[in-house]
């Protein structure tokens, strides 16, 4: 394996700059700066951490627009999106400023003294990151595990480094201590195998493939080492026929087709009721046409390339004997440009059961209730979903029955980072986000003092 790796533009296809590849040894050096920055990180009063977190952030948001300009560069990202993205960042990082001094035990009662629980930090923790929303998903990670006490050392994709180096930097600049936040930038087998192995650290935090995640599970537990996972999806938007077609139809296209489709929540399956079927596709095409595929440096784009050309051809692979309904438009030229693609597909379809990443949506009709949360159901995934309905109960009772950790009903948020997020079934491990996250980075440990006098 070469020393360095070329990082390109997705765009343009042209190289933008090499990167170095951390060594095993590097790997190492970078746990043991931070084991030694941990110990008095975590010694430090819990007001001085949220302190030291809170100008993390005001120093990501006095760089957003440069962070912004980096995705684009690097991942194609349409400029809306990274800007919102690097906010998303110092968001993150705000909010979990508040975490060291809301991190209370209990106290229980027990007779002959005093029992108190602390939450206490694990250490240093290991996040590794893929390519698809570099910075946004760094920080679910190191956020609250820096707010709990803990360091990281943080692995990019080799793909997608340039926002997590950055990020390193404006750490510094903010006054984290040197080797509390260690960005490592190199390949999985070596830097992510790593953090599995590495008796140092003691927690990972892993987003990517279920592939990948499965191997680093299994890793994780011959150390005995907590693992959080977040991976792959094949979420439903499920359209009732009682729902506003106009408004479902509409906001169809961004629930894929955002990120090139190579968003874990993609609402990758659209479930039309059969009675609304054609309409929906009738009113879908027009939507999809003018979805805007194009320069992600241009303020109007809302779709830019694929993140590789090998990417690219597995995303091209799914289209082979598909029944392609409709597809909207993509530039041509150098880049890794995908037009975003509507199917028709039957149910046990490898297009309605497995991941593509990419902008292709599949749409299936469904009979009645019953029929839809089956269909949503029939994949090993549970990440995401949204439930299309102007009936109350419906909505209640469809949301219950399917089996994902995320869904919305009328609308397809996916992430606000106050409240939970994460996938069920083959879809991920452990959740991520909310008022609880910080507390996820933490053991707990149970102290019993006696009081008996003599
Ligand atoms: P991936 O191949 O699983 O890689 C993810 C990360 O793991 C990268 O940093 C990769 O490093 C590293 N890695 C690769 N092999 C490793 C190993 N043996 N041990 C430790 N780390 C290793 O996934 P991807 O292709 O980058 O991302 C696409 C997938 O991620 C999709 O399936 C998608 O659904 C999923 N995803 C899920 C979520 C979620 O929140 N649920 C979010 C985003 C993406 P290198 O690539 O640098 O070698
Ligand atoms: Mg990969």
Redesign the pocket.
């Given at each position: 394996m070469s020393a360095v790796f070329t990082v390109i533009n997705p765009a343009t296809a042209l190289p933008i700059r090499e990167i170095p590849r951390a060594s095993v040894d590097d790997t190492d050096a970078a746990i043991s700066r931070a084991v030694v920055a941990q110990r008095s990180w975590a010694a430090l009063p819990p007001v001085a951490r949220a302190d030291a977190l809170r100008s993390f952030a005001r120093v990501v948001e006095a760089h957003v627009e440069e962070l912004a300009q980096l995705e684009v560069l690097n991942s194609g990202h349409p400029i809306g999106s990274a800007r919102w993205e690097a906010s998303h960042v110092a968001q993150v990082l705000n909010f979990y400023a508040g975490a060291p001094e809301r991190l209370s035990g209990q106290q229980i009662p027990v007779a002959g003294g005093l029992d108190v629980t602390f939450h206490e930090p694990y250490g240093v923790v290991g996040i590794?990151?893929?390519?698809?929303?570099p910075m946004t998903?760094a920080s679910w990670g190191f956020a609250p595990a820096l707010a709990a006490g803990n360091a990281v050392v943080l692995?990019?994709?080799?793909?997608t480094p340039l926002t997590a180096l950055r990020l390193g930097e404006l750490a510094l600049h903010a006054g984290l201590p040197e080797g509390l936040f260690e960005v490592v930038t190199g390949?999985?087998?070596v830097v992510?195998?790593r953090f599995?192995s590495h008796p140092d650290v003691r927690k990972v935090v892993?987003?990517?493939?279920?592939s990948?995640?499965t191997?680093?599970a299994a890793g994780c537990a011959r150390e005995l080492k907590p693992v959080t996972l977040?991976?792959?999806?094949k979420s439903a938007n499920i359209v009732f026929a009682d729902a506003d077609l106009e408004k479902a139809a509409a906001s169809a296209p961004g629930a894929v087709f955002d990120n090139a489709g190579q968003d874990?929540c993609a609402r990758s399956r659209i479930l039309v009721e059969r009675s609304a079927y054609d309409r929906f596709l009738e009113l879908l095409e027009p939507a999809v046409q003018s979805w805007r595929v194009g320069d992600p440096a241009d303020e109007g784009t809302e779709m830019g390339p694929l993140i590789s050309a090998s990417h690219r051809s597995s995303v091209e692979g799914f289209l082979d004997g598909a029944n392609v309904a409709f597809r909207g438009s993509a530039p041509s030229g150098d880049g890794f440009w995908f037009a975003p693609t509507v199917v028709l597909a039957d149910r046990g379809d490898r297009l309605a059961r497995e991941?593509v990443?990419g902008p292709v949506v599949a749409v299936l009709p469904f009979d009645d209730e019953a029929d839809a949360i089956q269909l949503a159901n029939d994949t090993i995934y549970g990440?995401a979903g949204s439930i299309w309905t102007e009936n109350l109960g419906r909505a209640v009772r469809v949301s219950r029955g399917v089996k994902s950790g995320v869904l919305s009903v009328n609308s397809h948020s996916s992430v606000r980072y106050w409240t939970p997020f994460g996938?069920m079934k083959a879809?991920?491990l452990g959740r991520e986000l909310g008022p609880d996250a910080a507390e996820h980075f933490t053991e707990t440990k149970n102290v019993f003092f006696a009081t008996d006098a003599s």
């Open positions: 590794i990151v893929p390519w698809n929303f998903i692995k990019p994709a080799e793909l390949s999985g087998s992510g195998q599995v892993f987003t990517g493939s279920t990948v995640g191997d680093v977040e991976l792959g999806g874990c991941e990443f990440l996938g879809s991920g």
